[in-house]
């Protein structure tokens, strides 16, 4: 078999996570699918996936080469189009995940008005809180508060943000107002989960010192829209980014509290460690759609959000 059919190949058993369904895909037995993925690896003598009955997992050489992989693919698919058409057309998916909240709130319209300009570019929106694996997803780009420790991805920011305490005037009327970041824990409080995490870590920053404040949440959950729901139901206080609640805010729906103090879920206090930002393979090549996504993306949201 040729290169650029093992890599069509190995693109569909990562996408749909499985050797079986990689063949019904391609019309091919399972028994050939692992006969070629064995030959693969034989070829270059390193393990691309690990697999078990029920899960399959990249390897680190597999990450490489499922990235290696995506790039040709889509520079060959670009080049045959251009050859056949004389234009680059603007073309194929477009795989983002964001958190619940700003992907309601800001990627989806933003995702409208992209694909009014190009109608020919499918895109896929997932919305979750937890940080993804791009190379092992198949995600094209993944919108985090934040940076992330992989330095092989870019990361550039969309909008300056920062952290927020805040709860409904129902509950506060009711339960009263912490002054200290102490006081959280005679409160009712919201915590997220991500990644099976439970962030009930909060940390807090003023002039003299960090405070450390282990809360204890009377609720949990792994949805940032949900966390938001119950604040304003008035089920207790929960610590948002201000983009997702600034709305809120404005309308008195929620109040902000301890204003005092710069405030996160990890050390990571400083302004930047809140931010939002797009983050994305670094590729040399990239698709013209993702090119052209990113920079709509970033342009939208600094208008918006001057910088």
């Not at 993804?132 to 992989?150: C, F, K, Q, T, W």
């Not at 983009?243 to 809120?248: A, F, I, K, R």
Request: glycine share 6%.
């Amino acid at each position: 078999m040729d290169k650029f059919t093992d890599m069509t190949l190995f693109i569909s058993i990562v996408k749909n996570q499985g050797l079986a369904a990689a063949g019904r895909e391609l019309g091919l037995s399972p028994a050939t699918v692992t006969a070629r993925l064995q030959s693969l690896e034989d070829r270059y003598g390193v393990k691309l996936i690990n697999r078990t009955t029920r899960h399959i997992s990249l390897t680190d050489s597999g990450a490489l080469y499922h990235k290696a992989c995506l790039d040709i693919i889509d520079s060959v698919k670009e080049t045959e189009n251009l050859l056949q058409t004389g234009t680059t057309e603007v073309r194929g998916t477009l795989k983002i995940s964001a958190p619940r909240d700003i992907g309601k709130q800001y990627i989806s319209p933003i995702l409208s008005e992209f694909s009014e300009l190009y109608p020919e570019v499918i895109p896929y929106l997932y919305l979750n809180d937890n940080l993804s694996n791009i190379a092992e997803s198949g995600l094209d780009i993944v919108i985090r508060y934040g940076a992330l420790a992989d330095s092989s991805l870019i990361s550039r920011k969309l909008a300056s943000s920062r952290r927020v305490l805040c709860a409904s005037p129902q509950y506060l009327a009711k339960r009263g107002t912490p002054i200290t970041p102490q006081e959280l824990a005679q409160h009712d409080c919201l915590a997220l989960v991500r990644s099976s995490e439970e962030l009930k870590t909060w940390h807090f920053q003023d002039d003299q010192q960090h405070n450390v404040v282990t809360v204890i949440p009377k609720r949990f959950s792994d949805d940032g829209e949900v966390i938001r729901q119950w604040a304003l139901d008035g089920a207790g206080i929960a610590l948002k980014s201000i983009l997702d609640v600034q709305e809120d805010i404005k309308h008195q729906r929620l109040v902000t509290l301890l204003n005092g103090y710069m405030k996160n879920f990890n050390t990571s206090i400083s302004q930047a460690g809140a931010d939002l930002n797009v983050i994305y393979q670094s590729r040399q090549y990239q698709p013209k759609r993702l090119r052209l996504f990113i920079d709509f993306l970033i342009e939208r949201f600094h208008r918006q959000f001057p910088q």
